[in-house]
């Protein structure tokens, strides 16, 4: 399967408003497009996330840390932990990738 983000783009918003549109669901993968307008109003996630910045640019905030992000960039969020995209105005769209079962993954 291949997924392209000017393929995806064009269902955001969704129905309801939604500012990602899911590309890929099977077993404990899902792969979405998510392009925020000025805000970012998630909440945390029940499953541990990875982002791959596909274009954009500000700060990502993740717990207590707060870093620059780019276009190309990677960022894991684990399950449960408050984040969220930084002053990038109306330019961030970026895959986001969850897996794992629910609660995320349990290190040894």
């Known amino acids: 399967m291949r997924l392209r983000p000017e393929d ?3 269902s955001i918003p ?3 408003g939604e500012r990602f549109h ?3 669901l099977r077993g404990e993968l899902q792969v979405e497009l998510y392009v925020p307008q000025n805000e970012d109003l998630q909440q ?3 499953r541990d996330e990875c982002y791959v910045v596909i ?3 500000g700060r990502f905030q993740m717990g207590e ?3 620059p992000f780019e276009a190309g960039d990677f960022l ?3 399950a449960g932990m408050e984040h969220r995209f930084l002053d990038f105005g109306s330019s961030l769209e970026t ?3 969850f897996y794992g079962p629910e609660g995320g993954e349990q290190l040894a």
């Open 65 to 67: 840390e707060t870093v």
């Open 76 to 78: 894991f969020v684990p």
């Open 55 to 57: 274009r954009g640019s």
């Open 95 to 97: 895959w986001v990738i």
């Open 8 to 10: 995806m783009r064009n």
């Open 44 to 46: 945390p996630h029940s």
């Open 22 to 24: 899911i590309g890929l």
């Open 14 to 16: 969704g129905q309801g």
